[in-house]
Antibody, heavy 121, light 112 residues
Framework: EVQVVESGGDLVHPGGSLRLSCAAS????????MTWVRQTPGKGLEWVGN????????YYVDSVKGRFAISRDNAENSLYLQMNSLRPEDTAVYYC??????????????WGKGTTVTVSS | DVVMTQSPLSLPVTLGQPASIACWSS???????????LNWFLQRPGQSPRRLIY???NRDSGVPDRFSGRGSDTDFTLRINRVEAEDVGVYYC?????????FGQGTKLEIK
């Protein structure tokens, strides 16, 4: 079955750190652009960042640049999101998704169920 | 950043009637390769988003043919020919032409 499963969401204090994970299966992970998208409570979707299949290029939305870092382990079919200097406005459900990349940029065709991050004192 | 604007934000529709959602971008979504990376997603209540349409008008497998997408450059439309109960949810347009990718605000479709 083609799927991605996120984990690692938690309650964290402002200024704290958290690492999210995404386990992929059912497709060739090492060939896939991967992305993180978040959804703040009661609001819409925001793209967080992307990573190239070999991990050599990463793109981020301005609001997380310098604080968040996307990485991957192709041997483990896993995607990660390291979040540092967390702020209350980072509170959201974080989704992992596959981006078809050069064939259809941004046309995320595999989504996980999401993991919840709450930043609060 | 490219701003994606959707209208309406709330869309009450009678079962069996058509529905249409407009999406505008603040810049052209035509990429240097000639493709237009405008995508539509549906998020049903309590679920993750799912892709409906990619590159303006390409319907995903399993998406009923009552859904169609059209448009070009900066103006796009998602149309549902005859709304069914399972179509309830929030529809998002999203552009993948420019970094950062950006979503529209979402259009909440409900049954009257």
């Amino acid at each position: 079955e083609v799927q991605v499963v996120e984990s690692g969401g938690d309650l964290v204090h402002p200024g704290g750190s958290l690492r999210l994970s995404c386990a992929a299966s059912g497709f060739t992970f090492s060939n896939a652009w991967m992305t993180w998208v978040r959804q703040t409570p009661g609001k819409g979707l925001e793209w967080v960042g992307n990573i190239k299949p070999d991990g050599s290029k990463k793109y981020y939305v301005d609001s997380v640049k310098g604080r968040f870092a996307i990485s991957r382990d192709n041997a483990e079919n896993s995607l990660y999101l390291q979040m540092n200097s967390l702020r209350p406005e980072d509170t959201a459900v974080y989704y992992c998704a596959r981006d078809p990349g050069g064939d259809s940029w941004g046309a995320f065709n595999i989504w996980g169920k999401g993991t919840t991050v709450t930043v609060s004192s | 950043d490219v701003v994606m604007t959707q209208s309406p934000l709330s869309l009450p529709v009678t079962l069996g009637q058509p529905a249409s959602i407009a999406c505008w971008s603040s810049q052209s979504l035509v990429y240097k390769d000639g493709n237009t990376y405008l995508n539509w997603f549906l998020q049903r209540p309590g679920q993750s988003p799912r892709r409906l349409i990619y590159k303006v008008s390409n319907r995903d497998s399993g998406v009923p043919d009552r859904f169609s997408g059209r448009g070009s450059d900066t103006d796009f439309t998602l149309r549902i020919n005859r709304v069914e109960a399972e179509d309830v949810g929030v529809y998002y347009c999203m552009q993948g032409t420019h970094w950062p990718y950006t979503f529209g605000q979402g259009t909440k479709l409900e049954i009257k």
